[in-house]
């Protein structure tokens, strides 16, 4: 059974931090694609951050050099570091996996994790 939990999501004043985590099991973690996407109420997902099997990571525009996408092979976690975050990027934050899995192209998703920007 694949699961992904997110932790980590809360409240931050702007221009504050917040780190997101997600575990991930029963998949071979290591060979898929990890992302996060957010979601704000009205709109759909959208992609945040990704990272590879190999570590290559990719980031929307609006997040470059402020957030940080990392993956734990070893943990099988993936995380993402917000710096500077912005009362816009409050959203509901998920973690994704997707790629080649049994035989045929995935995709899994977290619960997802509230990320609050205010003041």
């Known amino acids: 059974q694949v699961q992904l939990v997110e932790s980590g999501g809360g409240l931050a004043q702007p221009g504050g931090s917040l780190g997101l985590s997600c575990a991930a099991s029963?998949?071979?973690?290591?060979?898929?694609?990890m992302n996060w996407y957010l979601k704000t109420p009205g709109k759909g997902r959208e992609l945040v951050a990704g990272?590879?099997?190999?570590?290559?990571?990719n980031y929307v525009d609006s997040v470059k050099g402020r957030f940080a996408i990392s993956r734990d092979n070893a943990k099988n976690t993936v995380d993402l570091q917000m710096n500077s975050l912005k009362p816009e990027e409050t959203a509901v934050y998920f973690c994704?996996?997707?790629?080649?899995?049994?035989?045929?192209?995935?995709?899994?998703w977290g619960q997802g994790t509230q990320v609050t920007v205010s003041s």
């Open positions: 994704n996996a997707a790629g080649t899995m049994w035989g045929r192209y995935r995709e899994y």
């Open positions: 029963g998949f071979t973690f290591r060979c898929a694609v």
């Open positions: 990272i590879s099997s190999a570590g290559s990571t």
